[in-house]
């Protein structure tokens, strides 16, 4: 198992940027896809962004294509997001989630993963 915590979320004017970073401890040795989800009030968690063990695949939500962008400092055991042009539709609550995989393996269904952070608050105001 691997234990993961979120930071970075805040409060951000419409057109603006955040970074969001997931810290991984525990089973950190072991080769982990990690995932961000968002759930914003009344709805279903969604996918967010996905970055394989090894860093060489991502993978996007259509809606934050082009804005969004995951990364990944194995050395620190460290996953980031970084989120430009934010909109207010971007409001939700940012999860980061890992599951064990291959150095291509990105999964961007909520149950593949087995492994989740307890969230950071995004909050886009106009």
């Known amino acids: 198992q691997v234990q993961l915590v979120e930071s970075g979320g805040g409060l951000v004017q419409a057109g603006g940027s955040l970074r969001l970073s997931c810290a991984a401890s525990?089973?950190?040795?072991?080769?982990?896809?990690v995932g961000w989800f968002r759930q914003a009030p009344g709805k279903e968690r969604e996918f967010v962004a996905v970055?394989?063990?090894?860093?060489?695949?991502?993978s996007y939500a259509d809606s934050v294509k082009g804005r969004f962008t995951i990364s990944r400092d194995n050395a620190k055991n460290m996953v980031y997001l970084q989120m430009n042009s934010l909109q207010r539709e971007d409001t939700a609550v940012y999860y980061c989630?890992?599951?064990?995989?291959?150095?291509?393996?990105?999964?961007?269904?909520?149950?593949?993963?087995?492994?989740w952070g307890q969230g950071t608050q995004v909050t886009v105001s106009s």
């Open positions: 525990g089973r950190t040795s072991s080769s982990y896809a």
């Open positions: 989630a890992a599951v064990l995989g291959g150095p291509w393996y990105t999964p961007n269904l909520r149950h593949e993963y087995d492994n």
């Open positions: 970055i394989s063990w090894s860093g060489s695949r991502q």
